[in-house]
């Protein structure tokens, strides 16, 4: 069983930035970020593999850069250059390693999640 907390979300002006923060008890594989905003489906962000591979959705490329210490099992997103757009409830997950190769944007393919933080680009 793996349970994931995020932290770090918050208000920010349009192209400021923040970092978010999802911390991993039990053993983790590929993570991923992803985002929702009410009415809609989640969307994935980006994802990290075991080999520390990282793949993004277009529009957040050369904006958010994922990555994770291992030796804290813990996953980062720093966002720079925000957007009203890039408000959204932030969501971590973690799942299989088969999903870095097959389905990493594919919310589905996770098995846990964290609680979610609020992440407001202000215009």
């Known amino acids: 069983q793996v349970q994931l907390v995020e932290s770090g979300g918050g208000l920010v002006q349009a192209g400021g930035s923040l970092r978010l923060s999802c911390a991993a008890s039990?053993?983790?594989?590929?993570m991923g970020w992803f985002r929702q905003v009410p009415g809609k489906e989640r969307e994935f962000v980006a994802a990290?593999?075991?080999?520390?591979?990282?793949y993004y959705t277009d529009s957040v490329k050369g904006r958010f850069t994922i990555s994770k210490d291992n030796a804290k099992n813990t996953m980062f997103l720093t966002m720079n250059s925000l957007k009203p757009e890039d408000t959204a409830v932030y969501y971590c997950?973690?799942?299989?390693?088969?999903?870095?190769?097959?389905?990493?944007?594919?919310?589905?393919?996770?098995?846990?999640w964290g609680q979610g933080t609020q992440v407001t680009g202000s215009s």
């Open positions: 997950a973690a799942g299989p390693r088969s999903v870095e190769y097959s389905g990493n944007s594919d919310y589905r393919r996770y098995d846990y």
């Open positions: 039990g053993r983790t594989f590929t």
């Open positions: 990290i593999g075991w080999t520390t591979l990282s």
